[in-house]
């Protein structure tokens, strides 16, 4: 599975952003789907996850603000961020796993920058 992640960039405080994960390849054997963020010094952390059934879990910091979801073949993965706040400042990344008879398999995208200027 290849992802390509796309829609970061600058914006201030209280804008809103998209980001897309475009996922191609052997998307038959996606299960869940992750997105990540890294901020500056920090380590990559969870910011919400997509079930197999399409149930959504999100981080703390981020309920109310931020919506994840996906397209029914899961080749379009979204992260609809609004209220944005400059410690949502970091490296968004897309993961997707796969489902445990394709053997546990995960897959990054490259990373979007978002900065968010207060």
């Known amino acids: 599975v290849q992802l390509q992640a796309s829609g970061g960039g600058l914006v201030q405080a209280g804008g809103s952003l998209r980001l897309s994960c475009a996922a191609s390849?052997?998307?038959?054997?996606?299960?869940?789907i992750g997105w990540y963020h890294q901020a500056p010094g920090k380590e990559r952390e969870l910011v919400a996850t997509i079930s197999d059934g399409g149930r959504t879990e999100y981080t703390d910091a981020v309920i109310g603000r931020f919506t994840a979801s996906r397209d029914n073949a899961k080749t379009t993965l979204l992260l609809d961020m609004n209220s944005l706040k400059p410690e949502d400042t970091a490296v968004y990344y897309c993961k997707v796993d796969s489902y445990p008879h394709f053997g546990f398999q995960a897959f990054w995208g490259q990373g979007t920058l978002v900065t968010v200027s207060s």
């Open positions: 390849g052997a998307t038959n054997i996606i299960n869940v």
